[in-house]
């Protein structure tokens, strides 16, 4: 079962972090003000990150899964 696996729950909470961040960025993008002009790249660059960690986890997980 996939909730059993430690890894597919590491990654499920790194894809919602992702989300989570996406949202925030978003939502202070759309109000505009001097947070975003101060965070705005910022923001952008924890997204990246936390994306890429995202991705090498699921990547890491179906490689996983495929071999046994």
Request: aromatic residues 14%; without cysteine.
């Amino acid at each position: 079962m996939l909730l059993s696996d430690p890894l597919f729950i590491v990654a499920e909470i790194a894809s919602i972090a992702v989300l989570g961040i996406l949202v925030f960025g978003i939502g202070s993008f759309a109000r505009g003000g001097e947070f975003n002009r101060r965070n705005a790249n910022r923001l952008m660059r924890w997204r990246l990150g936390a994306q890429f960690v995202a991705v090498i986890l699921i990547v890491a997980f179906a490689w996983f899964k495929t071999r046994g």
